[in-house]
């Protein structure tokens, strides 16, 4: 989780400093989405936009045990194997294209996806939970949407993506 507030912060500074000074932004929009995650549980995405291509990095809520709810000492010699769940904010990356003008556009988009799944296990007399171990599941992701003018500096969208569910987004525009 560390890893995924850096890059947000790294990419956020960074275009601030942009937008703060007589630097000219190589991007044409910062864009922002909140989004219900594909479980109901939240995600967010800070993205930018240059032309009809975009990036966006985003973060989603889709655990099944929160990892502060597992203990960190070895198990007990009556634990079990209680199943597979995922413990931390998925993130990843997305590749955006948009098609059409610069006050309308309908965009689509590929990413992948990072998931941490811990093999978690349960002692029956302390009802404790223990992680064993685990792996990272990279998936792929897919989006589709549409942002239309709201006023001459910004736009609102809508769509909806396989990992961070239906979001509506804003975007800053940098340029006219």
Sequence with gaps: MKKVVFVVALVASAQSVFSQSSLQSPFDETFYKLG??????????FGVKSGNIGFQFGVFNNLDIASDQ???FPP???AKFFGNYRTEPGFGVDFLYFFGEKDQSL???LGLYNEKISEVWRSPSTDELFDIGGRNQVSAAYSIGFTGKFNERSQF???YHTMLGWNVTYSIKHRK
Excluded at 36 to 45: E, I, M, T, V, W
């Design 76 to 78: 007990t010699l009556d």
């Design 157 to 159: 969208g809508f769509g």
């Design 107 to 109: 965009y689509v988009g």
């Design 70 to 72: 597992l203990s960190v």
């Design 36 to 45: 219900l995650g594909n479980r109901g549980r939240g995600s967010f995405a």
